[in-house]
């Protein structure tokens, strides 16, 4: 891995020192806040490292952060005395052997954060009320299929079988934000969310200030829940939703696509809902990186497509990954070509590529910005470990990938969906 640094003593006030490689500058820096750097790589990761004297051995990495373009900014966690700070810079482009290595060793700790374990038949509800309040990871979870965080990091996963939307404080601890885990349907609201009753929702999407969507699959529709913790409904589906999954609401709520079985649908305003495209095998989760198009999972095709959602051409698809195939993935090989066994989870990273959930391939696949196929995440059907070690080491580490996304700091969130898991890998490089 190469690194391009800077090392400054900002405590002290201090003149900087040369740049270690060159070119890579702080260019402004707070103590107890902000530092600014410019002449960073792109599409790059930036660690920012302090330490207690510049001695080797003594840095320790802080936050990462995704590197777009050459100037940018992070945060320096204040420390006692005297404090060292530096920068380092590492090319993830697809133009250099390094790039995807340098990735790898951005990521660090593999944690569970939500879920008991509890393997049961689908159908099964495993809340109880002794979980609320409590600690994440001591709560049975019943075939939770979708997390996602919100600007602050608190997550919230859509728990299926016990009809409710949970949220991860951080502090550990979850809550129940919408539903009254028993299955029904007593209003459209507005009402308090956690009065109104949820039937297997399947999906979610969440904004940044922690406001959000729920595909209420067996009541036929999305819920939106603002921060004050109110729901009401935003749109029925006119003969319900078929087993929905992926989900997307635009910005200022006046828009929505979403999955139902077999069909890509839309949703505004003015036309209702309204049908995309319908020619899909067994839909799974979507995201919407730019105006008029979706990335949407097909698990029954072992797919990934792009969809037109307007203009001309709106509801016309393109395969974007996958043969249809259920062969093992192989590292390196073109994404079109290869396997991709129940692709479920789809996200896009910052610096380029995406990251993709396997369901009966238990794998999470990162996908480079040349299409490339990588292991990120390796697993098997009832594999669970990994906790505490870094995420790439040897061994089978997840089972039954359902969904994967990232938080606002980076942090890699997944689900495994049966054996009711909600799992991070830290976006912190380990300590040397």
């Known amino acids: 891995m190469h690194f391009r640094a800077f090392i400054l003593t900002g405590l002290l006030g201090l003149p900087a020192a040369p740049g270690l490689c060159g070119d890579l500058k702080i260019t402004d820096y707070a103590p107890a806040g902000q530092i600014g750097w410019t002449n960073a790589l792109a599409p790059g990761v930036c660690t920012v490292e302090t330490a207690t004297n510049a001695l080797p051995g003594s840095w320790q990495p802080g936050q990462n952060y995704f590197t777009t373009n050459s100037a940018g900014q992070g945060v320096v966690q204040p420390g006692a005395g005297c404090q060292f700070v530096r920068l380092l810079a590492v090319d993830v482009s697809t133009n250099t052997p390094q790039g995807y290595t340098n990735l790898l060793y951005s990521y660090g700790l593999l944690h569970t954060i939500a879920g008991a374990g509890d393997k049961g038949a689908d159908g099964t509800d495993y809340w109880k009320p002794a979980f609320e309040g409590g600690y994440a990871t001591n709560a049975s979870l019943s075939r939770p299929h979708f997390a996602m965080a919100d600007e602050a990091g608190n997550v919230f996963i859509v728990d299926k079988d016990s009809h409710a939307v949970l949220k991860i404080t951080l502090d550990g601890r979850i809550h129940t934000v919408a539903g009254t885990h028993s299955p029904g349907d007593n209003g459209d ?27 209420d699959t067996g009541n036929g529709r999305v819920r939106w829940v603002t921060t004050n913790g109110v729901m009401s409904t ?14 997307w609401v635009e910005d200022d709520g006046q828009a929505a696509i979403f999955s139902s079985g077999s069909a890509l649908k839309a949703w505004n305003p003015t036309k209702g809902v309204f049908t995309l495209n319908k020619s899909f095998s067994e839909l799974g989760n979507l995201i919407v990186p730019a105006t008029n198009y979706a990335i949407v999972t097909d698990r029954g095709a072992n797919k990934v497509y792009t969809v037109v959602t307007g203009g001309q051409d709106i509801g016309q698809r393109t395969v974007l990954f996958g043969d249809g195939s259920t062969h093992a993935v192989v590292d390196g090989t073109a994404a079109l070509k290869s396997g991709l066994n129940g692709v479920r989870g789809i996200w896009d990273l910052p610096a380029g590529g995406y990251l993709l959930a396997l369901d009966e391939g238990s794998q999470i696949i990162y996908v480079d910005p040349a299409d490339r196929v990588h292991v990120f995440l390796d697993g098997a059907d009832g594999a669970h470990s990994g906790d505490g070690a870094w995420f790439h080491s040897p061994g089978l580490k997840i089972s039954q990938g359902r969904s994967v996304t990232m938080d606002g700091r980076g942090n890699i969130l997944f689900v495994e969906n049966d054996s009711g898991y909600v799992r991070r890998i830290d976006f912190q490089r380990l300590a040397p």
């Open 234 to 247: 935003l749109f029925k589906v006119s003969g319900g939703i078929d087993t929905g999954r992926g989900l």
């Open 189 to 215: 609201g507005p009402a308090p969310a956690t009065t109104l009753m949820l039937n297997q929702p399947n999906g979610l999407f969440v904004y940044r200030d922690g406001a959000f969507f729920v595909l």
